[in-house]
């Protein structure tokens, strides 16, 4: 059965995606609410009920809104570390999440569920706890990490054995510092902890790219600070530097923020 992948929204205004086949479906992140992603599913020829499992980033309002109404009404299983375990049971913004509904894992450890194998690698940003996730869903392997300052060492070569690379691409220096955010604001984005750069995720994608990587999808665009031309064009310029074309080599994509994207075959 194909693997396919779709964006429910990628952005501050809410974060949700989904991986998923004929046997398994997966949600990442629940920022999206319950109608909006029922519409999204039906489009993509998918229920609710398909959803097997969630897998939560961070404890970031625009990743969790919505968690406590999925998993009580679907009793849908959510794996985190152990420690945003700890502090999603004791969270007033999803009430409900009880341990019986969390499943501990540790970071840069697999875990297996049905055909799909993840691993959460921890990354930098302003939350208790951040992870990507390097997953092997049924033979495709698929690194995701949004909201992070910069990228760890450590992540290069797990991005070098993926064929899909979900990466923020959050903001442009220049419409950031010209921007109407306050200083603080804007140094907390710019910080090691805060957003990836256009400029980040470019020199990022051009350090890893290999001829097995076939689709980048750039997530998390700021509305204000950025634009998905903008973005586009950052990356495309960044691989032109070593030869590599999008549209003939892989397929770059950036997601849409308060929209779903369409469905991807990967």
């Not at 208790?128 to 909201?147: A, H, Q, S």
């Not at 990022?204 to 665009?221: A, D, I, S, T, W």
Request: net charge neutral.
């Amino acid at each position: 059965m194909p693997v396919k992948f779709i964006s429910l929204s990628s952005g501050s205004n809410g974060n949700c995606y989904v991986i998923f086949n004929g046997e398994c479906s997966v949600m990442i992140d629940a920022g999206v609410g319950i109608r909006k992603t029922k519409n999204a599913l039906k489009a993509a020829g998918l229920s609710l009920d398909d959803i097997d499992m969630i897998l939560v980033t961070h404890d970031h309002s625009d990743h969790i809104r919505h968690l406590s109404r999925f998993v009580k009404r679907h009793a849908l299983p959510v794996y985190t570390t152990p420690v945003l375990c700890k502090v999603l049971v004791n969270d007033d913004r999803v009430p409900g999440i009880t341990n019986a509904f969390l499943k501990p894992c540790g970071c840069m450890e697999d875990t297996t569920y049905k055909g799909f194998t993840f691993r959460p690698v921890p990354v930098a940003h302003d939350a208790t706890e951040t992870v990507g996730y390097y997953m092997d869903f049924y033979g495709e392997k698929i690194l995701l990490l949004t909201d992070l300052g910069r990228v760890p060492e450590d992540v290069f070569a797990l991005a070098r054995q993926c064929s899909h690379i979900v990466i923020e691409s959050n903001y442009d220096m220049d419409m950031l510092l010209q921007g109407p955010y306050t200083r603080e604001l804007k140094a907390r984005i710019m910080s090691d902890n805060g957003h990836l750069s256009n400029d980040d995720c470019a020199s990022f994608l051009r350090r890893v790219y290999h001829k097995g990587l076939k689709h980048v999808f750039l997530c998390h665009l700021s509305e204000h600070n950025n634009t998905p031309r903008t973005a586009y064009e950052c990356s495309k310029a960044a691989l032109a530097e070593i030869g590599v074309v999008p549209g003939r080599d892989l397929m770059l994509y950036p997601l849409p923020r308060r929209e779903a994207s369409a469905v991807i075959e990967l």
